[in-house]
């Protein structure tokens, strides 16, 4: 199965890729946008930018079973490896909340950069990395970097204007961030802590993902 957030009619889409259909609609919040899966596969975490708020759907009943307040502008979620807790990007407020997944409350808001957009955690359980955007007119281009243990930034990186886009390689050294002003993609080795390549890519490069060849 895939699930599709809907931000116009507030809904996931739950599609059977076998039969090549739309089998469920999940209600959420107002305006669902970024989403990630459970480690385990058991629940999905759905940010909500318009009302402030996180959907939590169980996957087997394809329903929402809890909406979390979380602050101004949820624009994407990330797990931890062990699923115990998820961060919030928090656009308008310039911070990432912090979610306990067992007692499904947040715990902590860290400040980040400007306008943070996506988060993702390295494989090891050490880091979460955040993508700070900024706006059009006065971008940011940095990559903070949460440590888990705690969850204070513990290293900010210089890339591109308009951070927007985070993935990490399953070695957990690497991260990849797309700029969306200057439509460019970072490489930032995590264990010497420079950025070490940089890519041109098309106009306004959003989402990034690492393929293991």
């Given at each position: 199965?895939?699930?599709?957030?809907?931000?116009?009619?507030?809904?996931?889409?739950?599609?059977?890729?076998?039969?090549?259909?739309?089998?469920?609609?999940?209600?959420?919040?107002?305006?669902?946008?970024?989403?990630?899966?459970?480690?385990?596969?058991?629940?999905?975490?759905?940010?909500?930018?318009?009302?402030?708020?996180?959907?939590?759907?169980?996957?087997?009943?394809?329903?929402?079973?809890?909406?979390?307040?979380?602050?101004?502008?949820?624009?994407?979620?990330?797990?931890?490896?062990?699923?115990?807790?998820?961060?919030?990007?928090?656009?308008?407020?310039?911070?990432?909340?912090?979610?306990?997944?067992?007692?499904?409350?947040?715990?902590?808001?860290i400040e980040?950069?400007?306008?943070?957009?996506?988060?993702?955690?390295?494989?090891?359980?050490?880091?979460?990395?955040?993508?700070?955007?900024?706006?059009?007119?006065?971008?940011?281009?940095?990559?903070?970097?949460?440590?888990?243990?705690?969850?204070?930034?513990?290293?900010?990186?210089?890339?591109?204007?308009?951070?927007?886009?985070?993935?990490?390689?399953?070695?957990?050294?690497?991260?990849?961030?797309?700029?969306?002003?200057?439509?460019s993609l970072?490489?930032?080795?995590?264990?010497a802590g420079?950025?070490?390549?940089?890519?041109?890519?098309?106009?306004?490069?959003?989402?990034?993902?690492?393929?293991?060849?």
């Amino acid at each position: 199965f895939a699930f599709v957030t809907n931000a116009g009619d507030n809904s996931v889409s739950v599609v059977d890729l076998e039969a090549k259909e739309s089998v469920a609609t999940i209600a959420t919040g107002e305006y669902p946008h970024g989403l990630r899966l459970s480690p385990d596969g058991q629940e999905l975490y759905v940010a909500n930018v318009l009302d402030g708020s996180v959907s939590i759907i169980d996957v087997e009943a394809r329903e929402e079973v809890a909406r979390l307040p979380v602050g101004q502008a949820p624009v994407q979620v990330g797990f931890t490896p062990d699923g115990t807790r998820v961060f919030v990007s928090l656009r308008d407020e310039n911070r990432v909340a912090v979610i306990d997944t067992n007692r499904r409350e947040v715990v902590e808001r860290i400040e980040v950069g400007r306008l943070p957009i996506q988060v993702h955690a390295t494989p090891d359980g050490r880091y979460m990395l955040v993508a700070n955007e900024g706006t059009e007119d006065e971008p940011d281009n940095r990559v903070s970097v949460i440590a888990l243990d705690s969850l204070a930034v513990v290293a900010t990186h210089e890339v591109g204007a308009g951070a927007h886009g985070v993935s990490v390689d399953d070695s957990g050294r690497f991260a990849f961030v797309t700029s969306l002003y200057d439509d460019s993609l970072s490489v930032i080795d995590l264990e010497a802590g420079t950025v070490i390549s940089r890519y041109d890519t098309g106009q306004g490069p959003n989402g990034v993902t690492w393929v293991n060849h």
